[in-house]
Every structure is written in C-alpha cells, then in structure tokens.
C-alpha cells in the first residue's frame, strides 16, 4: 500500500524521542529512529491486516528499540535490529488478537477488494483502509461466515452444513453482508472526504 505512509500518527512520538534523548545520551537513538522509521512501519504494515492494528504495533515497537537501545550495536545496521524488534512485537500482537477476535488473512482481504471493485482507482488505499475498518467493525458472526466462504478451497456446500443451513441462505448471507460492508465502505470515504 504506497502512499499513505504512517506520518501523521507518528510524528509526534518521534519528537517525544526526541526530547527524552536530548536530556539523556540517547541523542543516536532519535536520529537512527527518524532515519529508519518508514522501513519499520513498512515492515509492520505489511504483516498486519489494519493501520489502526499498526500504530499499535509501531508504538509498542518504538517503546521497546528505546528501552532495550543499550543493546544496539553502533555501526551495525540499525533498520534490521529495529525490525528484528517489530518482528517479536508482531508475533505478540497476534497471540494477543487470536484470543480475542478473527484475524482475517490476505487472501480474504485481496479477495473482497476485488469483489467490491475499484481498489485500482486513484483512492484504492484509501478504499483498501475503508474495507479494513469496516471489516474490523463486522459482527463476530458476519466475520465467520465470510472467513469461512472465501477459505481457499473450501465449497459453498461445506460452509452451508458447518453453518447449518442452505447453501441459498448461506449466498444470501454474504450478499447482504457484501452490501452493508460496500455501504459502509463508502461512508467512510465520504468522511474522510475521498469521492467515491
């Protein structure tokens, strides 16, 4: 996903680092961080499925380069120490998020984008990080049922006999949930003011 980077959000932790180093010896560690710090999010962006799942990660993963700075090796490459670190936090954001919710995988996502269409336009981002949020806020059950119908492989008849019930209420289904996630889809363009 180009051009959306995570600047806004994290401007002002990067100042914060900033003024902390200046009152300590850390003065390196808010230069490497600025240097560095696109490659990161970039790193966590693409291995978690929503922005608002990758602040977090970024600000955990900014919390821990700094308290474990000491052990940073001058001269040696931080962007790769730094991502080794958003690694190890990303591994334990999705223990975290698998106890508490459905994480969907890309393949769903890539397939919803196409099916919803227009992901390719101008705005695709922004519709991509549309369907995101609007994904995020689906019924627990809505979620399901759509993990389950868009599983590589898996047959309609199969989701219908876990769902117990028809293979026309489970189409039925989904059609109404691809409705409501296109409608709010587009809400959430016209609130950030994207035209659709």
């Not at 962006?45 to 380069?65: C, F, G, K």
């Amino acid at each position: 996903m180009g051009g959306v980077p995570f600047a806004q959000p994290f401007t002002p932790l990067v100042q914060q680092v900033h003024a902390m180093s200046l009152d300590s010896d850390h003065s390196e560690f808010a230069r490497l961080i600025a240097q560095h710090q696109r490659s990161v999010q970039g790193y966590i962006l693409a291995n978690v499925p929503s922005w608002s799942d990758a602040d977090e990660i970024w600000q955990e993963t900014s919390v821990r380069l700094w308290l474990e700075f000491d052990k940073f090796e001058p001269g040696s490459n931080f962007s790769a120490w730094a991502i080794r670190v958003a690694h190890f936090e990303i591994l334990t954001w999705r223990k975290k998020a698998s106890r508490s919710r459905l994480i969907f995988g890309d393949d769903l996502i890539e397939c919803l984008a196409s099916e919803q269409g227009g992901f390719a336009s101008p705005h695709g981002d922004e519709r991509l990080k549309a369907l995101d949020h609007c994904l995020e806020h689906c019924p627990p059950h809505q979620r399901d049922l759509l993990s389950r119908f868009y599983e590589p492989g898996r047959q309609v008849e199969q989701v219908a006999v876990t769902m117990k019930c028809s293979v026309d209420a489970v189409y039925k289904s989904v059609q109404r949930i691809r409705r409501s996630l296109r409608f709010c889809i587009e809400h959430q363009l016209q609130h950030a003011g994207v035209s659709s």
